[in-house]
């Protein structure tokens, strides 16, 4: 590495993603897989809209309907929210505490590598013999009955994206308690470090329930076993336990580091700290906290019990305090401000309404009587919509003007942005709020039509035109990230002016060693307090100009997900007859993931060190800027 | 990190394991690793105890019919043996003496391995017995929370003997020295998991 920056052919390019354990590249790969994914889902969520947009409509079968929800929700989820929030959490996280990288580079690729050979086997079931038709929760009673394998291709798939996430969860975890700049106390980490942190514990442990509740699934499906076969004495409200203890943390695993995206927003667009930073502290950690005692108010209608469901709407109705704790410390950092409404601050704005709907419904449904009412209806679409587009969704979107100039060094047109942020937000509320109507109607979810004699007619239409205006929103989006980029006006450290915390310290995009000189921390907003101070030199330093020792690249990690992927396909038809060749495939795959495991084990890797003069003929070429001049 | 850098008794550290930033970050790393590791086997205990003796209508298969304790209070045994033995391993890790360490090691090994052995036979004496791993929910059960410790067991064997190889010929230093470290910490967390599975599934079983 004797020079840092070079001009490279479009197949070194290529292979240097591929390779790449560097935080920042990995944060486009998942900006990138997971923005495809989103429009896969998209596309997937216009024609439910289609085809409920009339009474009787036969656009989908019903049984392509059923796959059509499915692979909705699963990847919404999955592929989409969990990847876009994981890009940002890679780009920012490490600058905004100040470190040189992820606490484990190679873990960081081999989580994106998993996650993303997951989603690819996940999606491969469209053209092998079709998707998974049990719904995103995928219940055990469905399941086991579904025909085909698109099941099993929605057990595997997550199974290998979850570990992915894992991974990803233990990495940032380690990142942020070991590797915080000198002054970075606890108390003094920016608020989306913070959601990092909580989010990370979570997931942590939410998807291991979730993984063993996938073994069963796969174990009873593939390899014989009873775990949710009634007549063998299994039980299918095992399955529903599991994925629930997963599947309500996943919520706060979505909409913590959205809460952390919109606490950012608010401090730099209203020029003001943040309001209350110690209570949405505390408010984020009790809501990781309770969202693990919450998960049976999924289950009110299966007959856990009158105390077994107090119990649960109690625990349930408490999550409303922090998050309201969250809401009114927004409000007052906003008051009183000096408010500049840019697009990221018009999302966040508008985040606020949206998703205070969303939680008063889910208030609504904690009270276990009403549930009864509400349980399988469009209420409850109406609902999660709401929190899930109103409040993840919308931080996504923000997110991506916020730091797209951080990741790219360009800015984001900010004209583009406003109409793309009306078509969405006015189809947005378009689309679900009449749900909540359509729902109190009597209209159940997951049917894929209805009469015309039912009086839903209007209302499923106008929610129908909502879709299209949020279609026609990210396409406005898609035309500004091409301009953009075809234009390419390069930006400063600070393109939005007012940036507070220490990601705004350092060029857009960082050179891949992030701060030559690692910052000395010296208060909450260190950033701001530099520049209020009249700092030229930018940032205050820890230590002096040295070698910088970075991590090797290796190309490992995607081998062994690949392993993975092809150890899946033998698991899915081991049991099928006509191929006989499935143990073949399912044991050259686990050989493929141990052995570059055992390669990865063996081999010294002891990464490599720029020297002090690199370091300074880069600065010398603008490659850094700061504190070198 | 130099790895020619020669170590005495002297000039090693006191922890080495969380000597460097690197070690450091693997420490707290694989503690998390083991507190969802905990979960997961918290998820096979749960659905273990909620499927124990169901099975179709008319199955013969309980547990306190099936297990008897003899057998695997030795393999109790001789894991809790072989979890003091990987204890002495890393006392000699920490005063750098090298041979006594991979002594040590290889002695928990043979355990682990006797181990693994034993639990073999005992599946395959079940099995016999007709009791399979499609035969019941609670076969399944059974299976799948024993034997994913038992694959827990393989695995730690496997990283021990690779790691003894692997660093037989260079001895200790800063970079290996995290490694044995958690692999070691491994071990325990299996021989703890297993306590629970030894009174779970075998002492409350026979008791019925």
Not at chain 2, 67 to 86: C, D, K, W
């Amino acid at each position: 590495m004797s020079s840092l920056a070079q001009k490279k052919g479009f197949g070194a390019v290529i292979w240097d993603y591929l390779t790449t354990v560097d935080h920042k590249k990995i944060a486009i790969l998942y900006l990138i897989s997971g923005g495809f994914f989103f429009l896969v889902g998209g596309l997937e969520a216009m024609m439910i809209r289609i085809q409920l947009m009339k009474a009787g409509n036969d656009f989908l079968s019903a049984g392509l309907y059923n796959e059509i929800i499915t692979m909705h929700g699963t990847t919404m989820i999955f592929l989409a929210a969990m990847p876009l929030l994981l890009a940002f959490m890679n780009a920012v996280m490490p600058l905004q505490i100040g470190a040189r990288d992820v606490a484990f580079p190679f873990l960081n690729s081999l989580g994106f590598w998993l996650f993303f050979f997951g989603g690819i086997f996940l999606n491969l079931s469209w053209f092998m013999g079709g998707a998974p038709d049990a719904g995103w929760t995928n219940y055990a009673s469905l399941a086991l009955a579904s025909e085909g394998h698109g099941i099993d291709f929605y057990s595997l798939g997550l199974t290998i994206s979850g570990f992915g996430t894992l991974i990803a969860g233990i990495n940032f975890l380690v990142t942020i308690i070991n590797m915080r700049a000198p002054g970075m106390t606890y108390m003094r980490m920016p608020l989306f470090t913070w959601t990092t942190f909580v989010a990370s514990a979570l997931i942590l442990l939410a998807f291991p329930p979730l993984t063993i509740g996938l073994f069963f699934m796969v174990f009873d499906r593939l390899f014989g076993a009873n775990f949710f076969v009634v007549e063998m004495g299994g039980n299918t409200i095992i399955w529903e336990h599991l994925f629930w203890i997963f599947g309500h943390p996943e919520v706060y695993i979505l909409v913590l580091p959205a809460f952390g995206i919109f606490s950012e927003i608010f401090a730099i667009f209203s020029r003001k700290r943040l309001f209350g930073y110690t209570a949405l502290v505390f408010a984020t950690i009790l809501i990781g906290f309770y969202g693990f005692m919450v998960w049976a108010h999924h289950m009110f209608t299966v007959g856990l019990g009158p105390t077994a469901n107090a119990v649960f709407a109690l625990a349930t109705m408490i999550i409303a305090v922090p998050t309201g704790i969250k809401i009114f410390s927004w409000l007052l950092t906003i008051w009183g401000g000096s408010i500049s409404f840019t697009v990221p601050m018009v999302y966040a704005v508008a985040f606020i309404p949206s998703f205070v709907a969303g939680g008063v419904t889910g208030v609504m449904q904690a009270m276990a009587p009403l549930d009864y009412q509400l349980h399988d209806s469009y209420f409850i679409v109406a609902h999660f919509h709401y929190v899930i587009v109103g409040g993840v969704v919308l931080a996504i979107l923000a997110g991506t003007h916020l730091y797209w100039p951080k990741m790219f060094g360009t800015m984001l047109s900010e004209k583009l942005g406003m109409i793309t942020f009306w078509f969405f937000f006015i189809g947005f509320h378009l689309t679900f709020f009449i749900q909540h109507f359509l729902g109190l109607l009597g209209m159940p979810r997951r049917v894929y039509t209805f009469g015309a004699d039912q009086g839903w007619d209007l209302f499923n239409m106008i929610s129908s035109v909502g879709a299209l205006f949020m279609a026609i929103g990210v396409l406005v989006m898609l035309v500004n990230v091409v301009l953009t980029t075809v234009k390419n006006v390069r930006v400063g450290n600070d393109p939005w002016g007012d940036g507070r915390t220490l990601e705004w310290a350092i060029p857009s995009p960082p050179p891949f060693y992030n701060f030559a000189q690692t910052p000395l921390v010296r208060g909450l907003d260190t950033y701001w307090i530099e520049k209020m101070e009249g700092n030229k030199e930018g940032m205050v330093y820890a230590e002096p100009l040295g070698d910088v020792h970075m991590p090797n690249g290796s190309i490992i990690p995607l081998i062994m997900s690949f392993g993975m992927f092809v150890a899946a396909f033998g698991a899915l038809y081991f049991l099928d007859d006509s191929k006989p060749w499935a143990l073949a495939v399912l044991i050259i795959g686990l050989g493929i993931t141990f052995g570059s495991m055992l390669v990865r084990s063996l081999k010294d890797d002891l990464g490599f060190h720029i020297t002090k003069e690199e370091l300074i003929e880069d600065a010398k070429r603008g490659g850094n800027t700061d504190g070198l001049k | 990190m130099d790895l020619n850098k020669r170590y005495t008794a002297q000039s090693w550290p006191d922890h080495p394991e969380t000597a460097t930033l690197e070690g450091k970050n693997k420490f707290v790393g694989f503690w998390l690793l083991l507190a969802a590791e905990t979960v997961t086997f918290a998820s096979l205990f749960a659905t273990y105890l909620a499927l124990k003796d169901r099975g179709p209508e008319g199955s013969e298969f309980t547990a306190a019919g099936l297990f008897e304790l003899p057998l695997v209070f030795a393999m109790t045994m001789i894991l809790l043996t072989s979890s003091l033995t990987s204890v002495y391993a890393m006392h000699h890790m920490k005063n750098h003496n090298f041979k006594a360490m991979q002594a040590w090691l290889g002695i928990t090994v043979l355990l682990g391995l006797t181990f693994l052995g034993l639990e073999i036979y005992e599946f395959n004496h079940y099995v016999h017995l007709g009791f399979g791993y499609t035969t019941s929910a609670f076969s399944s059960a059974f299976f799948t929370l024993v034997g994913t410790h038992g694959a827990h067991v393989l695995f730690g064997l496997s990283w021990f003997i690779a790691l003894m190889i692997r660093n037989s010929k260079r001895g200790l230093n800063m970079y290996n020295a995290p490694k044995f470290y958690l692999a070691a910490l491994y071990w325990h967390f299996i021989d703890v998991v297993w306590v629970f599975i030894f009174t779970v599934v075998y002492l409350m079983g026979v008791i019925g």
